[in-house]
């Protein structure tokens, strides 16, 4: 099952649907995450009814904050949204083909993970453009890591047992 997770910040609204379609057509996901949408409202709800995915949650956001877009295939999965934020989905997937559920999460807000982490007793994935790395090697360019905001981070890998996946394609994306 592939799971496939899309940071679109500066995307033009023009090529935004080829590009999410180009996507799916590669990667066959059958959970897509969206991530740093601007596109909102009436708008946003018309591109995700003519997207391949017959399940659909989007947040809602404050002012031009971005927007999170999950979307699923019901028949490969189902989904319950827990709770949400501006820039926090939490729900729990159940895959048809596998007996146990698991959480899918994507957080900004490490304190707020760690208590969630607490309540909850299932495998879970957490994805998304966190903006934080590990390690220095982890980043290029612009300013130097910050000390506090990597032990922020690893604290909460470590206190939630999470582990780094890895990536596939170009390192820094």
């Known amino acids: 099952m592939n799971i496939l997770i899309w940071n679109c910040k500066g ?3 023009p090529i935004f649907k080829k590009i999410v379609l180009d996507l799916v057509e590669w990667h066959k996901p059958a959970i897509f995450v969206i991530i740093e949408t601007r596109i909102v409202g009436n708008r946003a709800d018309d591109i995700i009814r003519r997207l391949p995915f017959n399940g659909a949650y989007s947040t809602k956001t404050i002012g031009d904050a971005g927007h999170i877009w999950l979307l699923w295939h019901s028949d490969i999965v189902s989904m319950d949204v827990l709770s949400t934020t501006e ?4 729900a729990i997937v159940q895959v048809s083909s596998q007996s146990q559920p698991w959480l899918i999460k994507r957080c900004m807000l490490w304190e ?3 208590m969630l982490s607490i309540r909850h007793n299932l495998p879970w994935a957490v994805m998304g453009d966190f903006n934080d790395v590990m390690c220095e090697e982890k980043k290029f360019g612009g300013n130097g890591i910050c000390r506090r ?3 922020e981070y690893t604290g909460c890998m470590d206190f939630c047992n999470l582990i780094d996946l890895g990536f596939l394609r170009t390192k820094y994306t």
């Not at 820039?87 to 939490?90: C, G, L, T, V």
């Open 112 to 114: 707020n993970l760690k």
């Open 149 to 151: 905001r990597v032990i």
């Open 11 to 13: 995307v033009m609204k």
């Open 87 to 90: 820039q926090e989905i939490h």
